[in-house]
């Protein structure tokens, strides 16, 4: 078995470019220095990474408050409109009948949203504090989040496309809501928080389990 302690690339003096993978020489004194490659800025972490990420997700929780409050869908047929939020539609939904429909609408709307937060805010408070999870579970848990995150983008597809179906003058018609606008911010936002975060700072705690 292979005791040999392990070093990182950081404490190996190597910097790696974030956009073509040239590996170089960590940079000496505080002057930026650029990819020799492809002219990207070189950074052995991202600036501000966990202060960036912390700022998007508390915005995107703020943002899932008025996506769930407000009506994300206004039908109007014959003169009357009906203001439908994300949980009247998806019991509207299962009320007729169409149980997969609602259950993908539930998903993409109320449990993927909820768990992109909460894996985020595992894994910034994870880089100060001890973990359950070793350096690789956490890894695989941020890209599952970056996975998941654009299916959360289901109901603004949907009510999208329920817009331009729906061309029937005065008789009946379908506009977004305000949540819709909210819901896509959320999404957004929350994309970005997990684009922000630098996975390399979970390596770089030493008190996580090997």
């Known amino acids: 078995m292979d005791t040999e302690p392990k070093i990182s690339a950081r404490a190996a003096g190597l910097i790696t470019c974030t956009t073509c993978g040239k590996i170089h020489r960590l940079p000496q004194g505080p002057a930026p220095v650029r990819c020799a490659r492809c002219g990207c800025r070189l950074h052995s972490r991202k600036p501000h990474s ?12 703020i943002l899932y408050i008025p996506a769930n409050i407000y009506p994300i869908m206004i039908t109007r047929t014959l003169g009357r409109p009906e203001e439908n939020t ?11 009948g ?8 539930f998903l993409a709307s109320i449990v993927v949203p909820l768990l992109k937060f909460f894996f985020i805010v595992y894994l ?6 001890m973990s359950s999870l070793a350096r690789k579970q956490k890894v695989c848990l941020y890209h599952i989040t970056k996975f998941i995150g654009p299916w959360s983008m289901v109901d603004v597809f949907v009510v999208a496309l329920l817009v331009a179906l ?14 819709a606008i909210a819901f896509a911010a959320m999404v957004g936002v929350t ?10 700072l979970l390596w770089d705690n030493e008190r996580d389990r090997q």
């Open 50 to 61: 966990i202060q960036r990420a912390w700022a998007l997700l508390v915005t995107g929780i």
């Open 86 to 96: 994300i949980i009247t539609g998806i019991l509207v939904l299962w009320d007729s």
């Open 98 to 105: 169409s149980y997969w429909v609602a259950g993908v609408v």
């Open 124 to 129: 910034l408070l994870s880089i100060n504090h």
């Open 166 to 179: 729906v061309k029937m003058g005065g008789i009946a018609s379908v506009k977004p809501g305000i949540a």
């Open 191 to 200: 994309m970005l928080a997990a684009t922000a975060f630098d996975t390399r």
